[in-house]
């Protein structure tokens, strides 16, 4: 999961880290304008968004034809190499460093889930998958914190100030790809691959059970049931070319039971990036310094504490809520919460008008600031983590990847849209685009409510049954039951006919 540290941690250094004068110097900014300064600034961030968009959509067939293992192995070299390139220190290889490094990324946000959902035992599968979010929470964490104490205690003189943040990718994505050579493979690819001893001895090997305990040979009797109903529904594959059996995949999401099972994580998703959060992230350092939050370091101090109440909601919500409270009932709570911050933030931006050249304390202004804090607690804890647990386990095992490759590359997508948006959005509308924001997540609240089952604690192969659909283990029985008789049937005859 050190990936996903590495993931947010990309995001929170690069925003401090573009504020940092060593930074503007080594790179040609300090005489830009606003305008060409902001415009750069997000060219710099578009690009990285960009290059996690594309490979995310690629990582598709390399999750089915390598495994999941060497698709967190393969992206991580990528990412590497773009990290090193970015240390060189002129423009041009700093957009090709984060091209590469969101090509390095991409996959991994879509295979990290789907390698935890089908390796982590149903009961605790929420709160595995919900490291994803801790993770990552983290890595804004490490981001925040690492560019105030450069700006503190490294004068703006040294190209130090901004290569130590740069550099810290590096020992990061180091320790994803040791560790990836220790993982084994998830059991359940293993056994849509005829590789059934392997996945026994691996199943074996995560469970910590002899191969005799009965809830290993269930669990494994629900693995094998499940993919041979995928291939009584779909045909089998085996021998055909990946694409093919992509795109009869692709065609198998198309049905109506299906499309719903997998459209709830990739709505989830789109909820999650239309709920402002980088529009609060961005509108936050203004109204901090409506309180008298001036100065590079002091606001990079209120914004480090804005990740550390993100991150200790995130643990205590993916550690503890997400598999005892339940995924549709936190996402819920948060909508509410979330909603009436944006609405609140929205509503003092009107009244007070807030600019740079606000210095009053005043009730408001501290509302404000409280309900970000409150605003950030809501999102960390439901919309930062579980809309990746559902792409990751709402899925039938046969389209699985592709349910977590839609979720994953959807995030990207309107991360992407938001972050461009955003800085438009304020300077034409102002308060109005948290109105907008806020509207969309109680729009997201009713989708939510009435589309959403529960699903803590289903085992995967019986989501189906979340969703009012026929269990697919139990179809499967009754088609072995049904073969069995008509063989027994057909035995009677021929000894009736001697």
Not at 174 to 194: N, Q, V
Not at 206 to 230: A, F, G, M
Not at 235 to 244: A, L, N, P, V
Not at 379 to 393: H, K, M, N, R, V
């Amino acid at each position: 999961m050190d990936n996903l540290v590495g993931h947010n941690y990309d995001n929170a250094f690069m925003g401090g880290t573009l504020a940092l004068t060593s930074f503007k110097r080594q790179f040609g900014l300090v005489d830009k304008s606003t305008t060409e300064f902001n415009n750069l600034s997000s060219n710099i961030v578009i690009t990285f968004q960009a290059g996690c968009l594309f490979a995310c959509l690629l990582s598709l067939p390399c999750a089915e034809i390598l495994g999941r293992r060497l698709t967190l192995i393969i992206p991580s070299i990528i990412f590497l190499i773009g990290a090193v390139i970015e240390l060189i220190g002129n423009l041009e290889s700093l957009y090709a460093g984060r091209i590469l490094t969101g090509l390095g990324l991409g996959p991994l946000t879509m295979v990290a889930p789907l390698y935890v959902s089908e390796i982590a035992p149903a009961a605790f599968r929420g709160r595995c998958i919900g490291f994803f979010e801790i993770m990552i929470q983290l890595g804004a964490l490490l981001g925040f914190w690492i560019n105030y104490g450069v700006s503190r205690h490294i004068s703006s003189s040294s190209a130090a100030q901004w290569r130590v943040p740069v550099s810290l990718q590096i020992p990061l994505i180091c320790a994803l790809l040791l560790g990836s050579i220790f993982l084994p493979e998830s059991p359940r690819f293993l056994m849509k691959r005829d590789n059934i001893e392997k996945a026994t001895s691996t199943l074996c090997q995560l469970r910590n059970l002899d191969i005799s305990h009965p809830l290993l040979q269930q669990e494994l009797n629900d693995i094998y049931t499940e993919v041979q109903l995928e291939r009584e529904s779909m045909g089998d594959t085996r021998g055909e070319s990946t694409w093919t059996s992509i795109k009869k995949k692709w065609h198998e999401c198309t049905r109506p039971q299906i499309m719903h099972r997998i459209s709830v994580g990739v709505i989830c998703q789109m909820i999650a990036q239309l709920s402002g959060i980088n529009g609060m992230n961005y509108f936050s350092p203004l109204i901090f310094r409506s309180l008298g939050v001036t100065g590079t370091d002091t606001g990079l101090f209120a914004t480090g504490i804005y990740g550390v109440v993100k991150s200790v909601s995130a643990t205590v919500s993916m550690l503890f809520l997400v598999d005892r409270v339940g995924r549709k009932t936190l996402l819920l709570a948060a909508c509410g919460i979330m909603s009436f911050s944006l609405f609140f933030v929205g509503a003092y931006v009107k009244i007070a008008q807030p600019d740079e050249t606000t210095q009053d304390i005043n009730s408001g202004a501290i509302a404000a600031i409280a309900f970000i804090y409150i605003y950030s607690i809501g999102y960390a804890s439901a919309f930062g983590g579980i809309p990746y647990i559902l792409s990751s386990e709402t899925a039938p095992l046969n389209v699985r990847s592709i349910s977590a490759t839609l979720g994953a590359s959807m995030q990207w997508l309107m991360n992407l849209v938001i972050t461009k948006a955003t800085p438009y959005m304020i300077s034409s509308i102002g308060y109005g685009t948290f109105f907008f924001f806020g509207s969309c997540v109680v729009c997201g609240g009713v989708y939510i409510f009435v589309f959403l089952p529960e699903t803590k604690g289903v085992p995967l192969e019986h989501m189906a049954m979340a969703f009012g659909h026929e269990d697919m283990v139990a179809v499967t029985e009754r088609i072995v039951k049904a073969k069995s008789d008509q063989h027994a049937l057909s035995e009677i005859e021929q000894v009736e006919k001697v």
